[in-house]
T-cell receptor, first 115, second 115 residues
Framework: EAGVTQSPTHLIKTRGQQATLRCSPISGHTSVYWYQQALGLGLQFLLWYDEGEERNRGNFPPRFSGRQFPNYSSELNVNALELEDSALYLC??????????????FGEGSRLTVL | AQKVTQAQTEISVVEKEDVTLDCVYETRDTTYYLFWYKQPPSGELVFLIRRNSFDEQNEISGRYSWNFQKSTSSFNFTITASQVVDSAVYFCALGGSGNTGKLIFGQGTTLQVKP
């Protein structure tokens, strides 16, 4: 069974541009989570989507946005890129409620570099 | 506020040594969930264990064991007879009782096991 897949693996952009990252969850998982892992800042919760709806977002500016498609895959968009957006963006998936199911499955991440 | 502290930034041991990774958490929730994840160089986080706050029973899984102590708000992870393949970054994480989809991660401990 395929795990969580993310694309692209690496992405290089310049300041002010937009970046789009994609995530395909494990088959049967309806929840998708996005985390940012920036150097020195650790893993920070970005967004949670479930059944096509945004359920919660972390303390990030509105230029971080995303969506979840009917097939439960998800897209993270970062507008007006800034240098500090350079990070590894990790996507995770779970059955509807990780609190009850107990586990998040992570992808290998998309490394975004902003020059 | 919720917080996870992993005071050990880096640990280096020689193969076959035992090693304990410390995790201290803060939360006001009466029900919460604690996790350990392993991040190998490939980037994806690999789930190791989840512990519910109402279950203080310690757990052993092969060479891995976890010591959960509510009295000291700690959830320490011990690897017995470490191996080179254990080299990775290990994260402790906290999830609250509310269905927020959010995990609070510690800063991680980099474990290097030398042959």
């Amino acid at each position: 069974e395929a795990g969580v897949t993310q694309s692209p693996t690496h992405l290089i952009k310049t300041r002010g541009q937009q970046a789009t990252l994609r995530c395909s969850p494990i088959s049967g998982h309806t929840s998708v989570y996005w985390y940012q892992q920036a150097l020195g800042l650790g893993l920070q919760f970005l967004l949670w989507y479930d059944e096509g709806e945004e359920r919660n977002r972390g303390n990030f500016p509105p230029r971080f946005s995303g969506r979840q498609f009917p097939n439960y895959s998800s897209e993270l968009n970062v507008n007006a890129l800034e240098l500090e957006d350079s990070a590894l963006y990790l996507c995770a998936s779970s059955l509807a409620d990780y609190v009850n199911t107990g586990e998040l499955f992570f992808g290998e991440g998309s490394r975004l570099t902003v020059l | 506020a919720q917080k996870v502290t992993q005071a050990q930034t880096e640990i280096s041991v020689v193969e076959k040594e035992d090693v304990t990774l410390d995790c201290v958490y803060e939360t006001r929730d009466t029900t919460y969930y604690l996790f350990w994840y392993k991040q190998p160089p490939s980037g994806e986080l690999v789930f190791l264990i989840r512990r519910n706050s109402f279950d203080e029973q310690n757990e052993i899984s092969g060479r891995y064991s976890w010591n959960f102590q509510k009295s000291t708000s700690s959830f320490n992870f011990t690897i017995t007879a470490s191996q080179v393949v254990d080299s990775a970054v290990y994260f402790c994480a906290l999830g609250g009782s509310g269905n927020t989809g959010k995990l609070i991660f510690g800063q991680g401990t980099t474990l290097q096991v030398k042959p």
